[in-house]
């Protein structure tokens, strides 16, 4: 693709009702940012990455004290998987004899993540977890029941989770399936390209886009755009495929901020300038085992047109300059640290169309003091007669039939659409307000995935935990749900407390941004035996005032979890201890 890529975007019309604030200026976890110096300038921005044969590949000049990934990609392109039928071939040899070279085991390991396929050899051989690209967590009831045929099959295996990109994720899948699997996603409208590894992550936006009576833009047709640009309209897009690491991005479309901008690479916040509508642009948010940081401003606004040309040119930034050594320090924020703000955002300009990025608008379309709304339950949407209903899915997890009756109700009382939330959730929009009694009165919503959660409850979050990957350190979901529930029995709560788990410092269930997070290690209990543990954050917080949590304790067994999180509730929330509250009667 050309620098000169350019996309016509109508710009959507503002509300008159929509207040115009001072820009929000996330603070950054990280030192002050400092020009990148003048001596080692001209060499540190040459490329490190060359166009060869249609992909892009690391130079040989750059290949010194590079990470194992990479040599893993220098030595067969993983896009060739996809992009050259490589799958056919590999589905049909027998897994044993896959393992038998290192060349096919790397296969297994690292490249089919550019394919969306995770191999979970340490906790489920031979079976493979699915990724897909589902671009503002809309999906339709045929995506959906697709979904649930391929994960039937794999009995006891198979299950499916919403993730915390508002995308799904699908277990069970085993190699010799992959290449039917991946023509019925095709037919669904669905694809798991570039989906792992050193890829471009799901494009998160607004859940409530489009329905949203507050809504600052419909962040759906930006959203897709993206997805549509990363992956080549599901074909294969090699300019971007060859990532220092992962890279997330979102649009935000609401006060709420229910995208969390502030831990994505790239996060485009709605603002005007000069009456043109576009985006004040944050970049650098990233977790990881060795540090995390949230989102700096780029100084730096585009207009709704320019959404994917500045994408792409902070991408090709990304993909040019950064570094390939240690894997914990490749993330973009590295880069943006050596090179200063000002240098990356050159680095950023050079590869617009124009070679030109305005500075950031005063006008801030995001309202900073907005008390985040809870998309959980009933609640109308802006066309009238209709409503949206948001459904707790316990910690994200659902088996088939779950998917074919939450596909059936979206077909028998909306739209046949279902919205994933970054919080594990699901919404099914477009009910009229005529079917709501009916709706809430359906099995599936009164024994398993309620509008009216408890507070706790609502607020929960989990990876996958050791139950499937093998990173992870303890089991989570299952664990979470129990401490909860034992919780709830001791304190009643008055206001929500976001509680996130996650398996291992990796952080996928991003606990630094919980009220109360969950991260987990080997500890010793009072004997001194070495058990399942966690480390407990505290403190994070998501919205316009946005901050990373700490550790408040570290190490603790998880079996004294319960009385430690309701002492915090206590002291911290305003939790009152259930005996107290009986008392009082």
């Not at 379309?365 to 409503?387: A, F, I, T």
């Not at 630094?512 to 480390?535: H, L, S, T, W």
Request: glycine letters at 8%; a negative charge; charged letters at 25%.
């Amino acid at each position: 693709m050309s620098s000169s890529l350019s996309v016509q975007f109508l710009s959507p019309p503002l509300s008159s009702a929509l207040p115009c604030c001072k820009q929000t200026r996330l603070a950054a976890a990280i030192t002050p940012l400092a020009p990148v110096s003048t001596d080692v300038e001209a060499a540190r921005l040459e490329p490190r990455v060359e166009e060869r044969d249609g992909y892009w590949v690391l130079k040989e000049k750059f290949r010194g004290g590079i990470n194992v990934q990479e040599k893993v990609k220098i030595q067969k392109e993983p896009m060739k998987l996809f992009m050259e039928n490589g799958i056919e071939e590999l589905a049909k040899i027998y897994f044993e004899e896959l393992e038998k070279s290192k060349d096919s085991k790397d296969d297994i390991d690292v490249r089919l993540k550019w394919l969306g396929l995770f191999h979970r050899r340490k906790n489920h051989y031979g079976r493979f977890m699915m990724r897909l690209k589902l671009p503002n967590g809309v999906t339709t009831s045929a995506q959906t029941k697709y979904l649930a045929s391929v994960i039937r099959k794999y009995g006891d295996d198979g299950c499916a989770d919403v993730t915390t990109r508002q995308n799904w994720q699908i277990r069970g899948v085993v190699l010799p399936d992959v290449p039917e699997i991946l023509k019925g996603l095709a037919e669904v409208g669905l694809t798991s390209l570039q989906s792992g590894m050193d890829n471009v992550r799901n494009p998160v936006g607004n859940p409530l886009a489009g329905i949203d009576p507050d809504e600052i833009v419909d962040t759906r047709p930006y959203t897709n755009l993206l997805s549509q640009y990363i992956t080549a309209n599901s074909l294969g897009n090699p300019t971007v495929t060859n990532l220092p690491r992962k890279w997330n991005v979102c649009v935000v479309g609401s006060h709420d901020l229910f995208e969390h901008p502030h831990i994505n690479d790239l996060a485009y916040m709605p603002a005007t300038k000069d009456g043109r509508f576009g985006f004040n642009l944050l970049v650098g948010g990233f977790f990881s085992p060795k540090r995390c940081a949230e989102a700096v401003p780029l100084d730096a606004w585009v207009s709704a047109d320019d959404v994917i040309p500045l994408c792409k040119a902070v991408l090709e930034a990304y993909r040019d300059l950064g570094t390939r050594g240690n894997r914990q320090k490749t993330r973009m924020m590295w880069l943006i640290d050596e090179l200063g703000i000002e240098g990356f955002r050159a680095e950023v300009a050079k590869r617009m169309p124009f070679q030109e990025l305005e500075r950031a608008s005063s006008e801030d379309l995001v309202q900073k003091q907005w008390e985040r709304r809870d998309y959980v339950g009933v609640h109308p949407q802006k066309q009238e007669g209709l409503s949206y209903v948001g459904l707790h899915i316990p910690v994200g997890r659902l088996q088939a039939d779950d998917m074919d009756e939450l596909a059936h109700l979206a077909d028998e009382y909306g739209t046949g659409e279902l919205r994933l939330t970054v919080e594990q959730n699901i919404i099914i929009p477009n009910v009229e307000n005529s079917k709501l009694e009916a709706l809430l009165k359906e099995p599936l919503l009164k024994n398993r995935f309620s509008p009216e959660p408890s507070i706790l409850m609502r607020g929960l979050v989990a990876c996958t935990g050791n139950q499937f990957c093998g990173q992870a350190i303890i089991e989570t979901k299952a664990r979470a749900l129990k401490v909860t529930e034992e919780v709830e029995r001791h304190v009643a709560v008055t206001r929500p407390v976001r509680m996130h788990w996650t398996g291992c410092p990796n952080t996928c269930a991003q606990v630094q941004v919980a009220d109360i997070g969950f991260m987990g290690c080997m500890a010793r209990d009072e004997n001194g035996k070495p058990c399942e543990g966690a480390d407990v954050f505290l403190g994070g917080r998501i919205g316009s005032d946005s901050h990373l949590g700490d550790v408040y304790k570290k190490s603790v067994p998880c079996k004294d979890l319960v009385p430690l999180v309701v002492d915090i509730l206590v002291k911290h929330f305003g939790a009152v201890p259930r005996e107290r509250e009986e008392g009082e009667d």
